[in-house]
């Protein structure tokens, strides 16, 4: 009798998983709360999938013997608090795709910078290797698997998507950074969004490796008390490494067993010292793999960046718009602000995740002239931020905030859409936010 898999959520990784699961001789049955989309359910139907929307049956869900939650539920909601009371395994899109898979796989993970060291690495590697991208960007890793079955993959993984992990290993690992973020989700327990990140290496062995930023106290500190069984290669801005990278007279050492390349930094198209550490850690994966150092030196020159990360839209009468809608938290705002070099128009706000915005003041001391705030509920923007600029103003539509910034800038200045929130008050997503804001952008 063929074994039931039931799937949560019809969205990309949900459907992936469901082409995958079919393939491999399961029954499959995807539930979705809310609306699929159109695309999607025109897969469902013509694979002829079983599937349901605007609600969740429980006698179709309990008689599983394998569930896939889709990252975006949280796994206390009544659904998935029923499937585990009754001892069915819950597992991520990436746990079930590597069940089908003997690839190489590069997990990248963190609170930022993980979408542009992911696209940044699949860069590097793709001349001389054949690598696919997917994870929490683009395809679905189950999608991938089945159609294209590459020898390598880079994955971009959330902390929601590790949350879920039963024997997934990867054999290069990559931590970015790790910031508060996403606490909503984690009980307000920073302890525990820290422990779900860490997820990633803990199935490696000895033979694996973890690439880090030895800068961040939280990486650091947590390796002490929970050592792993992996290879550590660290990489650092402000200290010289002997095994791993570091940064010094603007160019990235990298050393891997005493075999050592030096990569200058001068001509990166990629600004910012957050990005030279996102250039750290994709070039120390593309060292290891043995990509040739003149490929990843032209790829590092080359690499065009990621849409909603600081990514500079138009410039109208002199004052230039950039759009860095993928920064949902505080932390990656901190980076783009810290990397604006003209007096600048702030776009901020969302759906709060337990933000703590003291770290920002700083920034908006320097470098802020006025705040826009683009939310349903602001107060806690304003209270925060209220008195430090002469200027700061309320609205709910993207269109209106781009005009107002329009009206404040003036010749030499920034206009700087970076939310430090998530979108879902006021947008789909933040690729939604994002393009609304360069529609509006071009629309003036």
Known sequence: MRKRLVILGGGESGVGTALLGRAKGYEVFVSDKGIIKENYKQVLIHNEIEWEEGKHSNERILTADLVMKSPGIPSKVDIVTRILEAQIPVISEIEFASRYTEATIIGITGSNGKTTTATLTHHLLKQDLNVGLAGNIGYSFAKLVLEQ???????????????????????????????????????????????????????????????????????????????????LLPFSLTRPIENGAYFKNNNIIITIDNQNIIMPTTNLTLKGNHNIKNAMAASTVAHLLKIRKQTIRESLENFQGVEHRL??????????????SKATNVNATYYALESMDA?????????????????????????????????????????????????????????????IAYKIAEAGDNVLLSPACASFDLFENYEDRGRQFKEAVRNL
């Open 149 to 231: 079955n590459y020898k390598n993959y880079v994955l971009e993984i959330s902390s929601f998507q590790l949350d879920d992990i039963i024997d997934f290993r990867p054999r290069i690992a990559v931590i970015t950074n790790i910031t508060p973020d996403h606490l909503d989700r984690y009980d307000y327990q920073f302890e525990n969004y820290i422990a779900s990140k860490f997820k990633i290496a803990m199935n490696q062995t000895a033979d694996d490796y973890l690439i880090y930023d030895a800068d961040n106290d939280v990486i650091v500190t947590h390796l002490k008390h929970h050592p792993v069984a992996s290879k």
């Open 311 to 324: 990514e500079h839209v138009l410039k109208i009468n002199k004052v230039q718009y950039i759009n860095d």
């Open 343 to 403: 007096p600048t128009v702030w776009i901020v706000g969302g759906l709060d995740k337990g933000n703590n915005y003291k770290e920002l003041y700083p920034f908006i001391n320097e470098k802020v002239k006025a705040i826009i705030c683009l939310g349903i509920d602001n107060d806690k923007i304003m209270e925060a931020f209220g008195g430090m600029v002469d200027i700061m103003v309320e609205t709910q539509f993207m269109s209106e905030a781009v005009k």
